[in-house]
């Protein structure tokens, strides 16, 4: 390991999948930036699988500061790219960002300023502007609504994994084991003093989205399965009810049959009765099923990623 790179000052950490066509555009704000951040930071790139030239061009490019380029053998996702990053970081603060530029890297030296007033966590907020599309605002407002309505962890809605951490705080954090990363809520799980600093999300500098709908909604299950078990609570106090009410509608018909000349009829009530219960019953096997399978996950134990090369320039 060269010397420059031992005990440095800030790590950023960026995540890339297929981020070509905006690494340009990335290296020239991150280059003008250089002069406001301290001497001793490091880049550390983690390339999730890319299909495309992502590695090369950052290999080529000449930054202000030293590269380490993490290359996972597969697409594992962005929160795994994240965690990869954060293990490998050296720095005393590190600060996580998109590589698309919708997280302006220009706040990092108020983050750093914030990290000297005391605060160990640095969130973000996004504030709500042209840079988003609705039904990503919509949705995300509605998750954040559901997973603080079931978590007694709040997690800060329009939050994102633009963030800034002490070594304490990221210390800590690595040492979560859980594999299931949703790593929104378990920054805020720690409790450590934090601040949040509310930010414009610009649009994406160049290319696409490389966040699926499958992949949102992965990580919206993840987040609500591994913050909240409520959703298991309910149903059984839902079930309870159930099972109360059938009860007694059971001893009413009971009565009726042996004691009352009345006759009770009608196939629409039976069905009626059938369909709900039955609907019950699969809504809370299918809940318990995603439990199953986060439970699953993690007891295979298997790494979150591979790593296919290091490359330290
Ligand atoms: N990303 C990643 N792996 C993935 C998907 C995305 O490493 O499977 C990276 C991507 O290159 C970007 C960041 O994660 O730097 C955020 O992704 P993106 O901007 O596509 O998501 P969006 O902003 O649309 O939610
Ligand atoms: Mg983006």
């Keep these: 390991m060269k010397s420059k790179r031992i005990n440095p000052a800030l790590s950023l950490v960026i995540p890339v999948y297929n981020e070509a066509a905006v690494l340009p555009a990335l ?78 890297p220009e706040l990092i030296p108020k983050m750093l300023r914030l990290h000297k007033q005391g605060y160990e966590i640095v969130l973000t907020r996004r504030v709500d502007s042209d840079g988003l599309a609705f039904s990503k605002k919509a949705s995300a407002r509605f998750f954040y609504r559901l997973i603080n309505l079931l978590s007694n962890t709040p997690v800060e809605p329009n939050s994102s994994d633009f963030r800034s951490l002490g070594r304490k705080a990221l210390d800590s954090l690595l040492a979560l084991p859980e594999r299931r990363k949703f790593l929104r809520g378990m ?88 369909l709900v219960i039955g609907g019950f019953i699969s809504l809370f096997v299918g809940l318990l099923g995603i439990y199953l399978a986060a439970l699953y996950d993690e007891v295979k134990g298997r790494p979150e990623y591979l790593v296919k090369e290091k490359y330290v320039s």
């Design 187 to 274: 920054v805020q799980w720690l409790g450590w003093e934090t601040v949040i600093l509310p930010f414009e999300v610009s649009r994406r500098a160049a290319g696409e989205s490389k966040y699926s709908v499958y992949k949102m909604a992965r990580l919206a299950l993840h987040g609500l399965t591994s913050f909240s078990t409520m959703p298991l609570f309910l149903s059984a106090i839902f079930s309870l009810i159930l099972f109360i009410a059938a009860a007694l509608y059971a001893a009413y018909v009971l009565y009726i049959r042996f004691f009352s000349d009345k006759v009770i009829e009608g196939w629409a009530s039976v069905l009626f009765v059938t």
């Design 27 to 104: 290296v020239k704000r991150l280059t003008a930036l250089a002069g406001k951040l301290p001497s001793r930071t490091e880049l550390i790139f983690v390339d999730d699988g890319s299909k495309d030239q992502t590695v090369s061009i950052i290999k080529k490019a000449r930054f202000a500061f030293p590269v380490k380029i993490i290359q996972f053998t597969r697409n594992f996702g962005h929160q795994a790219a994240l965690w990869a990053g954060l293990q490998e970081a050296q720095g005393q603060y590190v600060v996580s960002l998109d590589g698309d530029l919708q997280h302006p």
